[in-house]
T-cell receptor
Framework: DAMVIQNPRYQVTQFGKPVTLSCSQT?????MYWYQQKSSQAPKLLFH???????NEADTPDNFQSRRPNTSFCFLDIRSPGLGDAAMYLC????????????FGSGTQLSVL | GEDVEQSLFLSVREGDSSVINCTYT??????LYWYKQEPGAGLQLLTY?????DMKQDQRLTVLLNKKDKHLSLRIADTQTGDSAIYFC????????????FGAGTTVTVRA
């Protein structure tokens, strides 16, 4: 089945230690998104790629970076995680045709010790 | 930015109908969506409605849109225990490059 896959499911890192979360998709969608979701809150868009074009949200901290080496893969890099970065990170894809029905992965739950 | 608001909690008896309400502020909203999130999982698209529609029905789900009042609702008929989850309302518009703005989610608890 076509899907969005996130690895790992759970990630524990230390304060200040760089961490990378990964996402892959078999839907061949043009757009890939990274959302941060904290408990009892709405998912917050960090950035998205339309093909190779990177689009950063204005309030996304510089601590968060992303890479999309090809259509199928997208990575979220957190350069120096702080305690406030502990959250669920959701990857999503959409076709990029206007009616942006998002397909989400299961998420990576990040803990910062 | 665009504001989307939902009530935070809903408790419903198994077999009854659930109605989840949502309001939004962007009058240029083009599409409105309902997503379901089960514990520890990602969001799953349940249904969506185009802004020129008033109603959309899909099996047990009925979406009502009052564009004048900027009010969206999701009705779940014959609510089951498997419907216990967080339900997110979201909207998108061309003015925001079709990026989705989510509400904070409504936690639905189904009791026996």
């Amino acid at each position: 089945d076509a899907m969005v896959i996130q690895n790992p499911r759970y990630q524990v890192t230390q304060f200040g230690k760089p961490v990378t979360l990964s996402c892959s998709q078999t839907l061949n969608h043009n757009v890939m998104y990274w959302y941060q979701q904290k408990s009892s809150q709405a998912p917050k868009l960090l950035f998205h790629y339309y093909d190779k074009d990177f689009n950063n949200e204005a309030d996304t901290p510089d601590n968060f970076q992303s890479r999309r080496p090809n259509t199928s893969f997208c990575f979220l890099d957190i350069r120096s995680p702080g305690l406030g970065d502990a959250a669920m990170y959701l990857c999503a894809t959409s076709p990029g045709t206007g009616n942006e029905k998002l397909f989400f992965g299961s998420g990576t739950q990040l803990s910062v010790l | 930015g665009e504001d989307v608001e939902q009530s935070l909690f809903l408790s419903v008896r198994e077999g009854d109908s659930s109605v989840i309400n949502c309001t939004y502020t962007d009058s240029s909203s083009t599409y409105l969506y309902w997503y379901k999130q089960e514990p520890g999982a990602g969001l799953q698209l349940l249904t969506y409605i185009f802004s020129n529609m008033d109603m959309k029905q899909d099996q047990r789900l009925t979406v009502l849109l009052n564009k004048k009042d900027k009010h969206l609702s999701l009705r779940i008929a014959d609510t089951q225990t498997g419907d216990s989850a967080i339900y997110f309302c979201a909207e998108s518009s061309r003015s925001n490059d079709y990026k989705l703005s989510f509400g904070a989610g409504t936690t639905v608890t189904v009791r026996a």
